[in-house]
């Protein structure tokens, strides 16, 4: 018999109409378009306007019609709807459940996934394993975030660097051995006290003192974070090529998180990988967290050739990380 692969077969991105650039930001915290621009690689991220819009489940269905329409898919089709998200609309209720509902995907069942800023990378391993069972044949995974709406505008440290935006990807069968081929995931709970939002959890419930505190926004000790998301995210991606035995010229694009241009750089060096072959967007969008890979594919699907290798890595709080090798398909 032959062997089902998961292989993508379609990619849709969408990010807010609103801008906003580092010479904005200087007029709300103490900062500078240089000290941005140099410690991160940011010049401007989308933001989520009311106006626009509400919750990331907005942006999850923005993403998802670009594939609807590019495709002529019929949504009654698709079998499973994954958001893979850090900030979903509402806690308890599913957001990818509205998301299916609302794009027409009647016949799907639908949840969320929540790893942080790996979320988008441990959802194309659960899509994958959807498809490669055989029982299932469209899953649609989205990778959503409205980060804008757990920031704290005050805090120079975290609001320079997040986004808004939604990027989508369509998973289907494979039988010529293209789509996902080696994933290496990673989680090391130790790391939650450097990156994450302490209230409105069931750990710490939201009060009137856990608002006055400000715990409803994300905090991170910057340093440390980079520290680990360096060296791990190098570490895995070096691991996943030579498992494969890919040398850096079988690599074809290396496809990062975009959390930080530097992180991506020693990943990139640490691979042996030129510039050229480095997918990067994160001076327009910031990081995205859950949206910052599928929208990569979607900003460089032009490029993208039918065999290329690419191979993903990502690192996130958590901690959460991975790498993913997987042949494009179309
Ligand atoms: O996606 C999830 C994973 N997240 C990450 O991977 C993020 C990893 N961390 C980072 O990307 C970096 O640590 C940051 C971009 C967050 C910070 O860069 P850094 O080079 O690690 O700077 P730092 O935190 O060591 O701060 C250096 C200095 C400090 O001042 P002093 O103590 O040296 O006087 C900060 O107070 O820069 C100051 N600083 C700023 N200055 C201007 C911190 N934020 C800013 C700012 N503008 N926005």
Not at 31 to 60: F, M, P, V
Not at 116 to 136: K, Q
Not at 197 to 216: C, F, N, W
Request: include cysteine; charged fraction near 25%.
């Amino acid at each position: 018999m032959t062997k089902i692969t998961a292989a993508i077969t379609a990619v849709g991105g969408y990010v807010p109409q609103f801008v906003l650039t580092n010479k904005m930001l200087e007029e709300m915290v103490e900062t500078n378009d240089e000290w941005i621009t140099s410690r991160t690689g940011i010049k401007e991220r989308r933001i989520l306007k009311k106006e626009e819009g509400e919750g990331s489940s907005y942006l999850a269905i923005q993403a998802a019609k670009k594939i609807l329409e590019k495709q002529h898919l019929d949504p009654a089709e698709i079998d499973l709807v994954i958001v893979a998200t850090a900030t979903p609309d509402s806690m308890v209720a599913s957001t990818a459940a509205f998301v299916a509902s609302e794009i027409g995907a009647k016949n799907a069942f639908a949840y969320d996934l929540l790893a942080a800023c790996s979320s988008f990378l441990f959802g194309m391993s659960t899509a994958a394993r959807y498809i490669e069972s055989g029982r299932y044949k469209k899953v649609l995974l989205i990778g959503a975030d409205k980060m804008s709406s757990i920031i704290d505008y005050t805090d120079r440290t975290t609001c320079i660097i997040f986004g808004d935006g939604a990027g989508a990807v369509l998973f289907e069968p494979n039988t010529e051995g293209l789509g996902l081929k080696d994933e290496y995931l990673r989680a090391d709970g130790s790391g939650r006290q450097f990156l994450g939002m302490e209230g409105g959890g069931s750990l710490l419930p939201a009060t009137e003192q856990t608002v006055r505190d400000r715990k409803h926004f994300i905090f991170q000790d910057g340093k440390t974070v980079f520290k680990f998301a360096v060296s791990n995210m190098a570490d895995v991606a070096e691991r996943i090529m030579k498992r494969n035995n890919l040398a850096d010229t079988d690599v074809s694009w290396l496809v990062p998180h975009q959390a930080n241009k530097r992180i991506i750089d020693a990943t990139a060096n640490r691979m042996g990988l030129d510039q050229s072959k480095v997918l990067m967007n994160i001076q327009r969008y910031g990081n995205t967290t859950s949206a910052t890979l599928p929208l990569l594919l979607s900003d460089y699907e032009d490029k993208l050739k039918k065999g290329d290798n690419l191979v993903f890595a990502a690192f996130g709080g958590g901690f959460t990380w991975g790498s993913i090798y997987l042949k494009w398909a179309y």
